[in-house]
């Protein structure tokens, strides 16, 4: 058994070959939103359980894919394990839910660098609201030097392609103020799975806000980061690559990490069957398994690690890194 970290550079290849598999697959059924397990439910899957007025059930969404980044149905709850600090955990719930509504959050960098990258861009946001079911909803905003939200979360597809129009670059990348926006947007979604995809083509620049003050808001928010990092054709002889595109890879892979996202990186001047990645995208976060357990006792009051494992896997499990228990204050600000 093994868990293998999650790769920052995800294989466009699959791109087509999922799309190809999802252009005959027909739409699925309709469900219920799924509602987290209560203390009693899950007292009534342990027989050995009791319940503890100061314990709190931790819920842990993961996505498992093969080696070829394709996601993998069919696991049973015997197939999993859970470490939280390195300790293992009793599984207490387990499901496994086909077809989930979500609720998305697509923020989209228009600084003065994304100038040549903004179609590309502003159509990979429109692809992944034509992708959407009925059950879910999606909000959208754009940043440079400021944040703004152009569109709040809606059903509604319509109100969405409004708001991805008349859309100008300029300006300089507040990545990390964007992400506190999102996130702040987020307390008020309906569906209990929460995605936010950040489409970027640079380094923060501008930000009030700084990488370690949001990766603990990430940690404390049960909201998982897509990243679509748009960079420069480094085939093309006339492209100089800048150094500061290391910092670029490293904040996308940092904050998609940690919430249990993943990222995905595009080529400026290239074809992408753009409609393909939004579908093999919606089709992935569709889908989840549900690992819910009740911590044994731990001195640790701060953050917990936690890792899942999954029996004889050759790809990799996305889940977020840990959590604070209920008892821990948030920072101030």
Not at 90 to 96: R, T
Not at 158 to 184: F, K, P
Not at 192 to 215: H, N, P
Not at 259 to 284: C, I, P, Q
Request: with cysteine; charged share 25%.
């Amino acid at each position: 058994m093994r868990l293998v970290k999650l790769r920052w550079l995800a294989p466009i290849a699959a791109f087509a070959l999922c799309t190809s598999l999802l252009g005959a697959q027909a739409p699925a059924a309709r469900q219920a939103a799924p509602v987290l397990p209560t203390q009693a439910e899950a007292a009534s899957q342990d027989p050995n359980f009791s319940i503890s007025a100061n314990v709190n059930l931790v819920n842990i969404t993961a996505t498992v894919l093969d080696e070829r980044g394709t996601y993998i149905d069919g696991l049973k709850q015997e197939d999993f394990q859970i470490f939280e600090d390195g300790a293992p955990q009793k599984i207490s719930f387990f499901s496994h839910d086909r077809r989930i509504p979500v609720s998305v959050g697509v923020m989209v960098d228009i600084s003065g660098s994304m100038r040549h990258k903004l179609q590309q861009a502003l159509q990979t946001a429109r692809e992944i609201s034509l992708a959407l079911s009925e059950q879910d909803e999606m909000f959208l905003l754009t940043f440079n030097t400021d944040v703004e939200m152009r569109q709040r979360l809606t059903s509604n597809k319509a109100l969405v392609e409004r708001s991805l129009q008349g859309i100008r670059t300029s300006g300089d990348t507040s990545v990390y103020d964007a992400i506190e926006v999102g996130l702040n947007e987020m307390k008020s979604a309906h569906n209990a799975k929460k995605i936010m995809v950040l489409i970027s083509d640079g380094f923060d620049s501008r930000s009030k806000r700084t990488l370690s003050e949001v990766e603990e808001m990430l940690k404390r928010a049960e909201v998982e980061i897509y990243a679509i990092g748009i960079d420069d054709d480094e085939n093309d002889p006339l492209v100089v690559v800048q150094p500061l595109y290391h910092i670029y890879h490293y904040m996308l892979n940092d904050i998609a990490t940690i919430s249990g996202g993943r990222v995905f990186r595009l080529f400026t001047g290239r074809s992408y069957a753009l409609d393909g990645l939004a579908k093999v995208l919606m089709e992935e976060l569709h889908q989840q398994y549900l690992l819910s357990y009740y911590p044994a006792p731990s001195a640790n009051s701060g953050f917990r690690k936690v890792e899942v494992k999954v029996d004889q896997l050759k790809g990799e499990v996305r889940h977020r890194t840990g959590y604070y228990p209920a008892t821990s204050a948030a920072p101030a600000r």
